[in-house]
């Protein structure tokens, strides 16, 4: 069974920095492309940011050049660099993989449970 546990989430003030980390594990054989999205209160979940196996990475233009997707392939596990934190980054912050369980199995896509941000004076 696989799981996705993100961790780092809290409340900071406009301005500050937060780093969110999301660990997988469990029966895995390999972990494709692996990302963050969120979602804010009466919202409905977005994209923020994506990181292949092997490195590119992708970001919604409301976090381009304030937030940094990065990976630990040894750790299984995925990071959320946040800079520069705008009330309006306040969300659950949920990140999700693709996982193969098995050589023999098809690629499948688990979610984590949310950590919140709340980016408030």
């Known amino acids: 069974q696989v799981q996705l546990v993100e961790s780092g989430g809290g409340l900071v003030q406009p301005g500050g920095s937060l780093r969110l980390a999301c660990a997988a594990s469990g029966s895995i054989f390999s972990i494709y492309a692996m990302a963050w999205y969120r979602q804010a209160p009466g919202k409905q979940r977005e994209f923020v940011a994506v990181?292949?196996?092997?490195?590119?990475?992708n970001y919604a233009d409301s976090v381009k050049d304030r937030f940094t997707i990065s990976r630990d392939n040894a750790k299984n596990t995925v990071y959320l660099q946040m800079n520069s934190l705008k009330p309006e980054d306040t969300a659950v912050y949920y990140c999700?993989?693709?996982?193969?369980?098995?050589?023999?199995?098809?690629?499948?896509?688990?979610w984590g449970q949310g950590t919140q941000v709340t980016v408030s004076s």
């Open positions: 999700n993989a693709g996982i193969r369980e098995r050589s023999y199995s098809s690629n499948r896509v688990y």
């Open positions: 990181i292949s196996s092997g490195g590119s990475t």
